[in-house]
């Protein structure tokens, strides 16, 4: 009997492992604030952050990113179109600015600067369609959400360059349909332009979509139309999201039931719910998320979302340690370094454009050794190596990633790092050990009769010992 009852256990375990591996979930999850050439928006990245926790609370592997420039948008693309491929559910959400050219929409790089239809048509934006069909092409739900119809910052510089012809440039985005198994939500109506919400907070629809999507046991064309009801109860009216759907079976992000215990087994979708029924497991993923910043809006995010949070306190002392500015020791080592260091986000990508080559890197790992930073010196960004550019990098207040930017880089390098011995003062060392005089109590070394084969040995012995002292005075 005690077999047949460990047989069972471990059949259902293997149906567990068998159902969590066959629901594969990826999202793509961007929001762009920071615009260089155009109006700032400042909810976006926070949009992202909160979403991407929201998803991560649910199963899904999350490609994240704020602010990011066309090459950055371009490589998360990529990553998440080579883990969508065959997946059960892929979700694309955008937050930021979105343009609409001749019944085509497009998503804006923090870098872009339009001028011209052939701008946006030749890369300087991110042509949706293409972009979803090339990503989640072959995955079996397509999940997508648009909070871009946002005013067309570049409307008026596209019409006035194409004065010899025609072209259609709309407020928001142009309405899109939706192919088979697919869902796609804008935050507001075709043509139309949706609220950003107050500053520091997120927008009315990500908030609508971040109460609504996961609620356990709630099927995604339901949460759709809370959300729906949601946004335009709070805009009074002014706000209603629009979507389009194609949608072949029920959809659930979260399949648990309400009443689900903590640390339960995954569900027959292979989600494991959080504790308490998914709401204690969000806050948790939304703090790990910005416990770290360096910007207040977002810790004021956490606590506009979670007033009497859990970790209201912690995000309390950190918007006072901000507020307070860093320690006169790391606002001397901060003179003089280039504004720019403290927001530009550093990649592997960046990484790569300063050309370290594996002397430049133990460089590197030395220099943070120096500042206190202990690391291996081994020419080689290992994970440990990361861990400990993060904590620089959150010492310094710079964007904390792990990885560096030419900026950084430049940062670094200028620190003050004590310098290692010359060999002339080794040398000098040594020659003052030399001639010292032994000991007085040490005893007078007896006469020794020598012969040509002793001298030969005490030489080659005298050369080992000496390579060997000069080479720990080199290091």
């Not at 948008?73 to 491929?85: C, P, V, Y």
């Amino acid at each position: 009997m005690r077999y047949l009852t460990l047989l069972t256990s471990l059949v259902c375990m293997a149906l567990s492992i068998s159902a969590a591996k066959a629901d594969r979930r990826v999202a793509f999850v961007v929001g762009n604030g920071s615009y260089k050439n155009v109006a700032q928006l400042p909810n976006p990245p926070i949009d992202a952050k909160a979403m991407a926790a929201t998803l991560r609370n649910v199963g899904f592997e999350v490609i994240e990113g704020s602010n990011l420039s066309r090459d950055q948008m371009t490589e998360k693309l990529l990553d998440f179109g080579r883990k969508a491929q065959g997946s059960d559910i892929a979700l694309f959400y955008y937050a930021g600015h979105g343009i609409a050219v001749s019944g085509t929409n497009y998503l804006l790089p923090v870098d872009a600067d339009i001028k011209s239809e052939m701008d946006v048509k030749l890369g300087a934006a991110i042509n949706i369609d293409l972009t979803l069909e090339q990503t989640m092409g072959d995955a079996k739900v397509k999940l997508v959400f648009l909070d871009a119809c946002r005013d067309n910052p570049f409307a008026a510089k596209i019409k006035s360059n194409s004065a010899t012809r025609s072209v259609n440039v709309q407020s928001g985005l142009a309405e899109m349909k939706s192919g088979e198994g697919t869902l796609i939500a804008f935050a507001t109506g075709p043509g139309q332009t949706a609220l950003d919400g107050q500053e520091g907070n997120n927008s009315p629809f990500t908030r609508a979509l971040i109460d609504n999507i996961t609620r356990p046991g709630v099927e995604i064309q339901q949460a759709m139309t809370s959300v729906r009801a949601q946004v335009n109860e709070e805009t009074r009216k002014g706000q209603l999201p629009w979507g389009h759907t194609n949608l072949t079976g029920s959809v659930y992000l979260n399949q648990a039931p309400t009443t689900q215990v903590a640390n339960a087994a995954p569900t027959a979708a292979g989600i494991v719910p959080a504790a308490t029924g998914g709401s204690d497991g969000v806050e948790l993923e939304y703090w790990r998320s910005v416990k770290e910043s360096n910007k207040p809006e977002e810790l004021n995010a956490y606590l506009t979302a979670y007033p009497n949070g859990q970790f209201k306190a912690l995000a309390l002392a950190r918007l006072a340690a901000i507020k307070s500015g860093p320690s006169t020791a790391t606002r001397t080592l901060n003179a003089g370094v280039d504004p720019a260091t403290f927001t530009d986000e550093a990649t592997q990508v960046t990484e790569d454009q300063i050309g370290l080559d594996k002397n430049k890197r133990r460089d590197v790992q030395r220099r943070l050794t120096a500042l206190g930073f202990d690391t291996k010196q081994s020419g080689a960004f290992d994970d440990e190596t990361r861990s400990v550019l993060k904590r620089w990098q959150t010492a310094r207040g710079y964007p904390s990633s792990g990885y560096l930017n030419k900026l950084q880089h430049k940062a670094l390098l200028s620190e003050i790092v004590a310098a290692p011995a010359t060999a002339s003062d080794n040398s000098q060392k040594a020659a003052r050990r030399a001639s010292a005089p032994p000991p007085s109590s040490a005893p007078a070394p007896a006469p020794q009769r020598s012969n040509p084969g002793d001298a030969a040995g005490a030489a080659f012995v005298g050369g080992v010992v000496g390579g060997m002292m000069g080479g720990m005075f080199r290091r």
